[in-house]
């Protein structure tokens, strides 16, 4: 029948549909299964790179044992600063120098770890101690946590090189899982008791019982452990520094300790116990400042001051015990104390000035290298009991002057330029000598602290362009509103940023990037861990504006080349002495009200101790200087007029054209003291000079008792008649023009020869000749023609007759010449 091949065809079709589509779906499967292993052989092999890098270079574990296990742990030696030779021990970062003692947790020890505190330690800092790996993911985001026992280990003692990233996170819980996984939990409890910061210096549970308890840690009490627990967590919260809040502290670490740490009724009464803690005990510290300081700028600063580093400093260690000394010294004389201080000076203080003992009398100091920055001696805040640790910011006062003028200097102005000290009714500050000095050169105005001159300098440049250049050296000053405000407002400088600010001038214009006071850290075994890199410098002013800054603040009284500027607050409170060489730079703050010339006085006697060894070297003239002389105070070319003249120094091009104008010389009549005219008889005449002060500085003059020069003339009486010496025509006063005959007679017996001759004005200081010496005489006849073409206003017109025995007779008349 033909439906049945039909029908069979149609079987056989559908078979084939069914293996076709089955034979798809094998292989989208097999493909699938080939992609996903292919995509987990990438994340394995991704993974594995990943740990790879996370591991590689990881710190080995077994460098804790070395740190940690007694005897001979390094950690168990604290921390020493030496002083640039590695010679001289400055400080050691411990509550006493010596090894610190490690305790076992093993109660059958005679000495061990309280139990009460291990326990406490466990509830603030790890209460999942027992249930996890060494490690928990808490906190993986935060680089900053370590939320156990083990991970702090890690992060404080493996891991400190390594900045705080997601990357050192990780690192730190594969370190963890090895520590715990290696040493067991107990060793991982026991490392972190003996070595956790408690505060002031305090690594370890013993060292701290010792600091704040006055005794071993074994024999600590459940309160006592509980505090010391609550320390470890917030070691800035201690006995010592903050003793109300870590007693709260504790109290509240009480409240939340469970019932494993301790029974109920011994929590209870741990809550009633009374702290009772020892006296602070200074640390073995020869330079609290100089500590500070170094502290501030320890890179890995917790990791060094755990133990086992050696830190050389910049210190100078003969510099730094005679700027101590001599502070001491100072301030023992400054405030009347009888007994001197028991150290060896070896430089010389000069008297002290006549005064009263001060009350109050305090000092701080600051040495550097200003070519590479080093700080050499540091003197904290020194009264004459101690030396605090700190280095407070004081008035710059007149110390900011150097820098006002500077920029005066770039604009301009010279050390030579006038300027006018005098009472201004804007500048109402006197001066502290009470004396205004009326004309001086602005060398002298910055050097005697002149403050109106200043002040008009500052208004002439402007605020704006002066905090422009004050601010690049490194002075940070917020109260800008006035030159008071700047002086003696809020502005407050450390000696340390003066003596670099002021060490600019000393490296001829050239600014050290910041201070420093390391120059290497190294493990107790000789392992560099750090040095001090090159140091960065940059131009600041050009060595033209440095070498005039050098020039005006230049002493001669300290024995080498050196520059000096005593500044003082507007109250007199604060004094500053700073100063340089070219390879010191020293700032001095003394408080109290001392003389000037006290202050002036310990600073030399500081530049000593810090230049011995020094050549006295100055600056060498750069080229774009210039030398000359001129008229002090004027700043102007010399006259003949000029009672002072002085060397100065000069920008190229900023130099001096003109002649001086202050100082004028006068004719007068000495008996009337008026004005000499040509008819003044000669042996009546002699040349005065007299300052002549601009409008705005007469009163300042008339109070000063200066001598005003004259503005009438002498009276004007024609000489007698005499024949054969007359000027008979033109006539007294007469107005002439043109081409004049003069007519009269010049003869007598022993004539020589006559002349005659014309000037300006009634006293002419200088003459013209008209025509020659006549060697004829004349008798009523003509003498000469004398050609007034371009001559307009009083003249006088002179006979002069001499003879042969060399006698000088004159006679003459004053004419009014018309154009």
Sequence with gaps: MPTLPILQRRRERRIRQSRSSGQRLTRAGLGCGLLFATLLGLALVGLAFGYASLTADLPAIETLPVLLDPPNGLLYQPTRLYDRTGEHLLAVLSPHDGPRTHLPLDPAQPEHLPETLARATLALADPGFYNHPGYDWRGWGDPQIHPTLAQKLAADLLLWEEPPTLRRALRERILAAQITSHYGREKVQEWYLNSADYGRHAYGADAAARLYFGKSASRLTLAESVLLAAVSQSPAINPHDAPQAAIQAAHEALDLLPDWVAAPQDIEAARQQVFSFAPPAPEPNFTPAFTSLVLSQLQHRQRIERGGMEVITTLDFEAQTQAQCAIRTQLARLSGVDDPPACALQVDLPPLPPGEPLDDAAASAAVINPLDGQVLALVGDMRPQAEASLLTGRR??????????????????????????????????????????????????????????????????????????????????????DFESLLDGQNLVSPLAMARAYGAFAANGMLVEQNNAVLAVHTIEGVLVWEQPRASVSPLVSPQLAYLMNHVLADASLGRPAALKIGRSLDGNDAWAAGYTPTRSLALWVGGGANPRAVSGLFNALLQAASRGEAPVGWERPAGISIMQVCDPSGMLPTPACPNVVSEVFLAGYEPVQADTLYQAYAVNRETGLLATVFTPAQLVEQRVFLVAPPEARNWAAAAGLDVPPTAYDNIQPPPRREGLEIASPAMFEQIRGAVTVRGSAAGDGFAYYRLQYGRGLNPETWVLI?????????????????????????????????????????????????
């Design 396 to 481: 710059p006062g007149t110390a900011l002057l150097p820098f006002i003028y500077l920029t005066g200097f770039s604009r301009g102005l010279t050390p030579a330029s006038l300027l006018w000290d005098i009472p201004h009714a804007e500048s109402p500050l006197p001066n502290f000598d009470g004396i205004y000095h009326g004309p001086v050169r602005a060398r002298v105005a910055l050097t005697g602290d002149y403050l109106v001159p200043t002040q008009s300098v500052l208004e002439q440049m402007g605020l704006a362009a002066v905090l422009q250049t004050i601010r690049p050296f490194g002075l940070q000053l917020n109260d800008t509103r």
């Design 771 to 819: 025509g020659g010496n006549v060697t004829s005489p004349v008798l009523d006849g003509i003498l000469g023609e004398w050609d007034t073409a371009g001559l307009d206003g009083l003249y006088a017109l002179q006979l002069v007759l001499v003879y042969q025995d060399g006698r000088i007779e004159t006679t003459a008349v004053q004419v009014e010449v018309g154009p």
